[in-house]
Structures are given as C-alpha cells and as structure tokens.
C-alpha cells in the first residue's frame, strides 16, 4: 500500500486475547474484592446483575459514543440486591482494581504479533486506540504483556471519554500521529467500532479476523457481530503474514 506512513491498531482480539474463563475469574475477584469492605452479595445473583448492568450500559454507550465504566454496573447490580452503595464509594473503586487484576492472568498476545510490531516499527508509526472501560487497567496490561514500547500514541476510551466508532477518537487518533487520512492504516476485529469508526473518519480499515476464525466469545455488549462481513472492498487479514503482504503490494 503506497503512501502508508501510520498504523493504528486495537487491543483486544487483534493485538491481544483473553483467554477462556477470564470474565468469570474477573467477577469472582470482584466479589472478593467487595466482600473485603463487609459487602456480601449472594454470588450468582449478583453475576447475573452485573452481567445485565454491564450490556445495558455498553449498549448505551456503543449507541451514543459515551464511554461507560465499571463503577456504574457495579453500583446498579448491587442495588439491584438491595445495596445502597454510589458508582463513586471508594469501596467500588478498590473492587474495581481486583477485577481487572484478573486480566494480567489471562491475557495472551496473538501469535506473530511481538514479531511483527519489530519488523514494521522501522517504517511506520504506530497506535494503539482501544476500547476500554478502566484506562490505567489498560495501560498496566499493555505494558505487562510487552507492548508498550512501541507505540507513539496510545488512546484508551475510558480515559478519553468516548469510545469507537465515535470519529473523536479517530480524529485524535490521526492528529496525534501527525499524518493525513490518506496516510494512515486501522486495523481492529470489531466491524462496527473499527472498520465502520476508521470508514466513517475517512480512514482506511483492515478487518483482523484472527479472533473470529478461532471463535473467541463476544465481549459483553459488543458493538456488533465479528462473523458479519464489513464489505466486499475491505481487506481482510487473518493473520500478521497476510498484513505484512498487503502492506508490501
């Protein structure tokens, strides 16, 4: 591809997997993490609660560009359970931190990707813009799983404010990396917040199918089907030899 001076890529499911069983051990840390400040809920209840606060306001936020957090799923389900304990009690924020703790456990690079990301460095620049709820979570696990070293921007929505395909983030994106749209790759698994977000902003997508062709689980609430095919006019990779081909034609 001539005149490709950037890349941006998402995190999870194209960068990174998180492997089975992460969002249960995520939730039983998170009950730990409040049964420690004396809040006891009734385990299964209190899954099922948060599992439905946490599509409902992914839902909501995946329809207007909002980011959500956490905070507000955990308030609600244990409300739901007869709770009277606000998004902002530091007892939520401590629980927070234990759920995600769960994440550096279970969470894997995709093969060739280290590979990769060595071999292109030299003649692009990189970034990295992903939909996440709790931004320092996602530094920690970027930096724990040897990613941070190479990339010259790195957009998290949770800390932003707004989350893909919002054209903020897209046009943040290409401004902090200093190059035009016509400059500028994305790549990313999701065909809604990725390749429809990187369309809409003007800039070229790549679909990385890598995560749907192994069925890898959605995420709660996720933004749309990875098994449904974006268009016949985008590319569409499923693995970091066939991105290094398409770059070099």
């Given at each position: 591809?001539?005149?490709?001076?950037?890349?941006?890529?998402?995190?999870?499911?194209?960068?990174?997997?998180?492997?089975?069983?992460?969002?249960?051990?995520?939730?039983?840390?998170?009950?730990?993490?409040?049964?420690?400040?004396?809040?006891?809920?009734?385990?299964e209840p209190f899954?099922?609660?948060?599992?439905?606060?946490?599509?409902?306001?992914?839902?909501?936020?995946?329809?207007?560009?909002?980011?959500?957090?956490?905070?507000?799923?955990?308030?609600?389900?244990?409300?739901?359970?007869?709770?009277?304990?606000?998004?902002?009690?530091?007892?939520?924020?401590?629980?927070?931190?234990?759920?995600?703790?769960?994440?550096?456990?279970?969470?894997?690079?995709?093969?060739?990707?280290?590979?990769?990301?060595?071999?292109?460095?030299?003649?692009?620049?990189?970034g990295l813009l992903?939909?996440?709820?709790?931004?320092?979570?996602?530094?920690?696990?970027?930096?724990?799983?040897?990613?941070?070293?190479?990339?010259?921007?790195?957009?998290?929505?949770?800390?932003?404010?707004?989350?893909?395909?919002?054209?903020?983030?897209?046009?943040?994106?290409?401004?902090?990396?200093?190059?035009?749209?016509?400059?500028?790759?994305?790549?990313?698994?999701?065909?809604?917040?990725?390749?429809?977000?990187?369309?809409?902003?003007?800039?070229?997508?790549?679909?990385?199918?890598y995560a749907r062709?192994?069925?890898?689980?959605?995420?709660?609430?996720?933004?749309?089907?990875?098994?449904?095919?974006?268009?016949?006019?985008?590319?569409?990779?499923?693995?970091?030899?066939?991105?290094?081909?398409?770059?070099?034609?």
């Amino acid at each position: 591809m001539d005149g490709i001076r950037a890349i941006g890529f998402d995190l999870f499911n194209t960068l990174i997997m998180a492997e089975p069983g992460a969002l249960d051990e995520a939730l039983s840390r998170l009950i730990i993490g409040l049964e420690q400040y004396g809040i006891l809920p009734d385990p299964e209840p209190f899954r099922q609660a948060y599992r439905e606060a946490a599509v409902r306001h992914i839902t909501e936020a995946n329809r207007n560009g909002i980011e959500t957090h956490n905070r507000f799923w955990i308030s609600e389900a244990l409300q739901r359970l007869g709770y009277a304990i606000e998004p902002e009690d530091a007892r939520i924020s401590s629980a927070v931190e234990s759920y995600f703790s769960a994440f550096l456990d279970f969470c894997h690079v995709i093969p060739d990707t280290l590979p990769m990301l060595q071999d292109l460095k030299p003649g692009y620049r990189f970034g990295l813009l992903s939909n996440f709820t709790h931004a320092p979570a996602a530094l920690s696990l970027i930096q724990h799983l040897g990613l941070d070293g190479f990339f010259d921007v790195v957009l998290i929505s949770g800390e932003i404010g707004y989350r893909k395909p919002h054209p903020l983030l897209f046009g943040r994106l290409r401004q902090r990396l200093g190059v035009s749209r016509a400059e500028l790759l994305y790549v990313g698994d999701d065909p809604e917040a990725d390749v429809c977000g990187a369309l809409n902003a003007g800039i070229q997508p790549v679909w990385f199918t890598y995560a749907r062709d192994k069925g890898s689980p959605l995420p709660p609430g996720a933004s749309s089907d990875p098994s449904k095919r974006p268009g016949p006019d985008i590319p569409m990779i499923s693995n970091w030899g066939e991105f290094v081909a398409l770059l070099d034609r």
